[in-house]
Every structure is written in structure tokens, then in C-alpha cells.
């Protein structure tokens, strides 16, 4: 299967910076699916950027309504109707900044589908929660809690203490938690939990890349700090198997 790359740019970049690194998007290579999600108010200019190219276009969350009274939040529907395809739910920076429960993710992965959007629900566990043990039971408890019974999308592992900080799990930790997911997707989804592609997430870089994406059930990398040098994202996709 085509691995995915998606870049989570967080709060960063500028309208000024998304030409060039649209143009360099156009160069990658083809054997990897590229998926970019940059701030709300570069959704446009992404958008126009990369129109009629095979790079994918994402958002970074989405409320759980369609429309109303929230003031500072964003639909769904709106999203999709500026060209985002996908949008990240559940990233742990979303969960610890604003609160946001297994329920709160598992609403907004819903009106992410109902609005023809592709969830790329985020889950992993702190570092206290990993030396107590407890890693594969919260990832999973995340699972349970957060899909809806009608997912359709993307998981991405993502540990708490790999994200930005230069260290990541072991190559056997990343294949044991991948392997995991895959028994509680196939658990959950019965149809399609086999073929649901889970992303590992949480200092992916040009030198470590080969490595992780090599591994059993590891269908991409969900990038953050990396992402925002078109060059390092590029080296990353490179890296996919299948190049
Ligand atoms: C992320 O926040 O989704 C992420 C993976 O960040 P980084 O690659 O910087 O660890």
C-alpha cells in the first residue's frame, strides 16, 4: 500500500512561505501519497497552490457542529468547502491545551465524516503512562472511545513524549504498538480495520525515517517540526518503501 506523509505544521508559517514550498511539493516523489496541514488562514492559499496536483491538503481540527455560536472555532463543512480533504482530530496538543476528551475527538471525528472529510485521529501515551505499563491500554482505551462506529480514515500513533523532542521509541516499541492497533482496528472494524493505514508520529526525520517506515503495519509518518522545511519533508517522503 502507498505510505502517506503528512505534515502537521502546528502554528507556524506565512502566506508569504507557501508558494515555494507548494513549487517544491511538485517535485517529490511519486511513490508516497503527501499530505500537508498548515493553519486555518493558509488553507486558501494551499489550496490555490496546489490545485491539480496530487498533494493533499488538511486541516489541523474542526469543531463538532456544523455552524452556531463558538466563537474562535471552525466547521467541518467548512473546511471541506475551502479545499481541505483531510483534518487531523485528537492530536495530544489538542487534548492537553484544550481539553479535549476521548468523547470531544470522537464527536468531532464524526461531523469530520459527515462533512466528507478524512479523520486522521491522533493517539498515544504520556512517558509516565509508558513506564508504568500502561501504553497498549490507553492507546486502545483512545481507540474505543474516540472512533465512531462508522470511521473511515487514518490513525496516527503518536507517543506524548516523542513529539518534538528529538527521541522516538524503539524500532521494536513502534512495531509492538503498531501491531496493537491493528488488533483493536480489526477488533473494532471488522471490514476495514485491516486496511486502516496507522501513521507513526513524534520526531520523524530525514535520519530516522527509512528506519521507522520500514516497519510492520507503519503506513506513513505524521511530521511536525520536520514538515516545515520542504527539503526534510521531501527526504522523508523519499524514504517511504517502494521509492
Ligand atoms: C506532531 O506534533 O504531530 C509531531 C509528530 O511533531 P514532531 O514531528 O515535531 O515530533
Redesign the pocket.
Known amino acids: 500500500m502507498r505510505q502517506i506523509i503528512a505534515g502537521?505544521w502546528?502554528m507556524n508559517g506565512s502566506v508569504g512561505g507557501v508558494g515555494a514550498y507548494a513549487d517544491a511539493l511538485k517535485a517529490a516523489p511519486g511513490h508516497a501519497t503527501l499530505i500537508v496541514c498548515p493553519p486555518y488562514p493558509l488553507l486558501p492559499a494551499f489550496a490555490a497552490a496546489l490545485a491539480g496536483t496530487a498533494v493533499g491538503l488538511g486541516a489541523q481540527d474542526c469543531h463538532t457542529g456544523s455552524s452556531g455560536a463558538h466563537t474562535g472555532d471552525v466547521s467541518a463543512i467548512l473546511l471541506q468547502e475551502i479545499g481541505a480533504r483531510y483534518v487531523i482530530l485528537g492530536?495530544s496538543?489538542r487534548r492537553a491545551d484544550h481539553g479535549e476528551s476521548n468523547a470531544t475527538v470522537n464527536g468531532k471525528v464524526k461531523a469530520a465524516l459527515d462533512a466528507g472529510l478524512i479523520p486522521i485521529v491522533?493517539v498515544g501515551e504520556t512517558e509516565q503512562e509508558r513506564d508504568a505499563g500502561e501504553a497498549e491500554d490507553v492507546v486502545r482505551t483512545q481507540l474505543t472511545h474516540s472512533l465512531p462506529e462508522n470511521f473511515a480514515g487514518l490513525i496516527?500513533y503518536?507517543p506524548v513524549w516523542?513529539?518534538?523532542?528529538g527521541r522516538t521509541p524503539s524500532e521494536a516499541d513502534v512495531a509492538a504498538m503498531h501491531a496493537a492497533i491493528r488488533a483493536a482496528l480489526v477488533g473494532q472494524f471488522p471490514a476495514t480495520g485491516a486496511d486502516t493505514p496507522i501513521l507513526y508520529?513524534?520526531?520523524?526525520k530525514p535520519g530516522n525515517a527509512a528506519a521507522l517506515l520500514a516497519l510492520p503495519d507503519v503506513g506513513g509518518a505524521?511530521?511536525?517540526?520536520?514538515?516545515l522545511n520542504a527539503a526534510d519533508f521531501l527526504a522523508i517522503a523519499a524514504a517511504a518503501p517502494g521509492g
Request: aromatic share 0%; charged share 15%; with cysteine.
Open positions: 502537521n502546528k492530536h496538543e491522533c496516527a503518536e516523542a513529539i518534538g523532542a508520529g513524534g520526531s520523524v505524521l511530521v511536525g517540526g520536520a514538515s
